[in-house]
């Protein structure tokens, strides 16, 4: 049933992006390459051999994206900064300064303009130059990324009051170093995924450590890490295997990264447990999960002063025996996941509309984690059109989400924040190239001027800011 009310006095509304995603001006200006520029450069790594190359354009755009930013009347904007553009062979002996020209006025003119940055300091596009050093195998990086961190702490803290160190860790993990789908294209399902997660997580608290003994007491700040969840329920909910499998795919998707975080510093027991037992089935001295010493997990624990998470999505879950070798992943979790064909599709084959799931994730976290402030950073609907202006399918999903969301503050008692909707304009969605529009903002792509143009689902998503949620008529 459909649920009338506002949210609080104080919440607040927003819209994401990424930095490959809409920024383009790939190696303008002294930026130094990616491992995302490279990637989409090889033919056949992405669909219509799209690339970001240029993508929204938002490099030189800075007052036509704050004007629309201004449109849609948001109180954040969420984006992510360019390592590379930063520092060109990834480390601070290199400054761009045309980089941070870049930053300091998109950072300005959102201040002026009453709009609260959200920045995330990684969003998957490493620099090239550190992958050739053994990117996020290598625990050289965390000394990398700190010192990363901390010129942006330093150069744009004054004004940027929340910061998350890592967009959906789990996806850099596994599509990264299990399937290979994504940069750098390592396909070890087994134990990459695990040695990188281990490497972010020290990477994340050093960064958080970093912020809290330098910077926190002059700037006031919040910091996190921002991990994706689907929700999942299972699918004979009498059935406590089914349960138990329910859960063990929360601790493996999102637990891998937020238990240590927000509750002991070490991975989710369930993880330990079956990770550690197949790798003994598996006849291997260790198990494929590494372990954190006692140092590291005080290190760790409590690194995050709010609980971010992007989310677009609900899953069926069942308990299932799943085969030994070869190693993976997803094969630890001894789960099947599906659909329910009645959900409705979106232009992501898995990406199907379930808003009830997102009530039922807040109250998952407000239990599991001991009830903290939780921000969404992502949510949004892709579809598959060149031209989506009259976008009812979206403007339902936000409807229903945001609405879910609502009975989870007013009924369930979730103390969530805000909501920062995914994506102020169509953009480069990664292996698809701009086949999925996620935007509020339709964008031509075959016009060099790239115009913006805002579809309905804007005017919609603008009047939910203004009432601040859904007042009864």
Known sequence: TYFYGTFPEDFTWGVS?????????????????SIWDNFTHVPGNIKNNDTGDIACDSYNKVEEDIYLLRALGVKNYHFS??????FPSGRNNSINSHGVDYYNRLIDGLVANNIT???????WDLPQALQDIGGWESSTLIDLFDSFADFCFQTFGDRVKFWITFNEPQVIAWVGYGTGAFPPSVNDPGSAPYRVAHILLKAHARVYHTYDDKYRTSQGGVIALCPNIDWVEPKTPSDPRDIEAADRYLQ???GWFTHPVFKNGDYPEVMKWKVGNRSELQNLPLSRLPVFTAEEREYISGTADVFCFNTYTSKIVTHATTRLSPFSYEYDQEVLT?????????????????????RRLLNWIKEEYGNPPIY??????????KSDVDDNTRIFY??????????AVVLDG????????????????????????????????????????????????????????????
Not at 117 to 123: A, E, S, W
Not at 376 to 383: D, F, L, P, T
């Open 17 to 33: 992006s990424s930095a490959y995603q809409v920024e383009g001006g790939w190696d303008a200006d002294g930026k130094g390459p």
């Open 81 to 86: 900064l360019s390592w590379s553009r930063i």
């Open 117 to 123: 940055p959200i920045v995330t300091l990684y969003h």
């Open 252 to 254: 493996f998707l999102v």
């Open 338 to 358: 599906k659909v329910d064909s009645s959900w409705p599709s979106s232009a992501i084959a898995d990406h199907r509309a379930v808003a009830w799931g997102l």
């Open 376 to 385: 969404i950073i992502k949510n949004g609907v892709g579809i598959k059109t």
């Open 398 to 407: 936000y409807k229903t989400y945001i609405d879910e969301a609502l009975k």
């Open 414 to 473: 979730v103390d969530l924040r805000g909501y920062t909707a995914w994506t102020l304009m169509d953009n480069f969605e990664w292996a698809v190239g701009f086949d999925e529009r996620f935007g509020f903002y339709h964008v031509n792509f075959t016009d060099p001027n790239l115009p913006r143009r805002p579809k309905a689902s804007a005017r919609y998503y603008s009047q939910i800011i203004n009432c601040n949620g859904f007042p009864d008529p």
